[in-house]
C-alpha cells in the first residue's frame, strides 16, 4: 500500500469540509485525560482515547509500591479546573491521586472516550491524516494524533550479568508483585533515588534483612508531611478560592527556589545544599555512614528527593548500606565487587525508567516515510516540547526538552493542552489542512535550549542524571517554568508551516 493514499472515505481535510476532526489520545494518565476534557470544553467531541492497561492513571496505576508518595504538594498536583478540598494529606500517597483521577473521568464521563487494553502499534501519516493502528481496531484513520503517554512509563532494567539468573522473587518497583510477603525475608533494592528511598522507609521494619545496593548517594530533605483535619477540608470547601491561593503560593515557592536554585542563583544553591548537608548531619550521626550517604555534586544537580524515613531506616540493625559495586547477579544473591555474596530472597529493581523513549517503542512514521526515532538518532527534541517538523497535526504532550524538573507535571501539561487546542482553532478558524513547526524554528529553538541549559546545575552540577541524553546534554527546559506557560499562552504561528 502506497502510504500516501488514504484508505478511507475521509480523503479530505476536516476544516475544509465543516466537520468534527477525529481525534486520537495515545495514554489515559493526567495528560490524556485533561486532554479529553479541555477539548470536549473547546467543541470537539471526536475523541478517542487508546490506553494499553486495563484502567486509567498512567504512572499512578503502575506504580503501587510501598511508600508511595508525591514529592509535589497535593494542591498542587491537581488538575487547576478542579481542586481537591478533600486531600488528606499535604504530600499524597499514591492511592489516593489514583482515587482523584478515578472521580475525575467519572465526574467528566470519560470513560466512553478510553478503550482499555488496547495498544497502539503504529503511527503512519497520510497526508492530512494519521493512520492509526491499535491492536484491538486494525487500522483508523484520525486527523490529530496526540501523544499523551507522558515521560516515567517504561521501566529501566540494569544491565548486570546473570540478572535473569536470580532464583528468588525479582521485579521492578514500577511493576511490585503484591502477591510476594516481604515479613521476614531477605530482600535487596538496588538503587538509591526517589523510589528506593521511600521503599526503604516503608518495608525496613518488616523484613528480615534488608540490603540497599547504592551506586550513587542523592542529595535528600526532609519531607514536610501533614495530615489535614476535616475542618481544614470543610474550610476549602467552603471557599473554593482560598485553594487556588495555596495551590499558586506553593507553585510560586518551589520554583522560585529549587528553580532557581538551578539556573545559577547560588544564593538558592547553597541554601539548598545547607539544609540537605543539616538533615543527613542531624539524621545520621555516625561518621563513616554519613560520608557514604554525602553526595559529590551539587544539590540541584538531580530532582531533589523529599523523604524522612529513608535516613532512619538505613541505620536499623536489619539494614546494610552497601556500596561497593555490583559484580553479578547470581542465582542465590548479588555478588558485589569484594567478593561478598549477599543472599537474598526477594531483589526490588528501583532502577527507574527509559525517559527518552517517550512515544516510543510506538513506530511513529512522519512526511516521506521518515521515522520519529530516526528523526531524533538518538537524542530525542522537539519544538517547545510539543511538536515535530515533518510530522503534522502531530501532538506530544511532556515531550522532549519539556519542563520536567522539580516541578508540577499537571499544570505543564494544561497549559500544553491549551496551546494544542489553539492551533486546532486556528486550523478550524482558517479552513487549514495541517499544522506542524518549520525545521528552522525547532533547530533555533533547540539551539537556544543547548545553550542555556550549559550554565543550569543540570549541567554542571558535576552528576549523572536521568535527565541526561546519550550525549550528555539535560533534555530538559532552561528557564523558569513562568516563561514556558507564558510561551504556551501566546503561540506564535510564524514558527509553524500552515498548510491551506
Known sequence: MNVNTPISGLEHAWAKEGRQPRIAIIGAGFSGMGSIIKLREAGYTDITCFEREDKLGGTWRDNTYPGLSCDVP?????????????????????????????????????????????AIRKLTYLGPQWKVESEKNGEEIFDFVIAATGVLVNPAYPDIPGLDSFKGHMFHSARWNHDVALQGKRVGIIGTGSTACQIVGAIAEEVGHLD????????????????????????????????????NFIRRRMEGSFGKATLGDEAEQQKIQEACLQFLEQQVPDPELRKKLTPNYKATCKRLILCSDFYPALQRDNVDLVTESI???????????????????????????????????????????????????GLPRAHRGMTFPGFPNFWMLEGPTGVIGNTCLIDISEHQIGYMIAAINKIRDDKLVAIAPKMEAFEGYNARIAEAIKTSTWASGGCSSWYLDPSGTPNIYPWLPDAYRDDMKNIDFTEYELVS
Do not use: C
Open 74 to 118: 497535593s494542591h498542587w498536583y491537581s488538575y487547576s479546573f478542579d481542586l481537591n478540598p478533600d486531600w488528606s494529606y499535604r504530600f499524597s500517597y499514591g492511592p489516593e491521586i489514583w482515587a482523584y483521577q478515578e472521580k475525575i473521568a467519572r465526574k467528566y464521563d470519560l470513560f466512553p472516550a478510553i478503550q482499555f487494553n488496547n
Open 212 to 247: 540497599v545496593f547504592q551506586r550513587t548517594p542523592h542529595w535528600v530533605v526532609p519531607m514536610p508531611q501533614k495530615k489535614y483535619s476535616k475542618a481544614w477540608q470543610t474550610l476549602l470547601r467552603i471557599f473554593p478560592p482560598l485553594q487556588m491561593f495555596i495551590r
Open 327 to 377: 559484580d553479578a547477579i547470581e542465582p542465590v544473591g548479588v555478588r558485589t565487587k569484594d567478593g561478598e555474596l549477599h543472599e537474598l530472597d526477594v531483589l526490588v529493581l528501583a532502577t527507574g525508567f527509559r525517559a527518552g523513549d517517550f512515544i516510543l517503542p510506538t513506530e511513529v512514521i512522519g512526511e516521506n516515510g521518515l521515522s520519529l526515532r530516526d528523526f531524533w538518532h
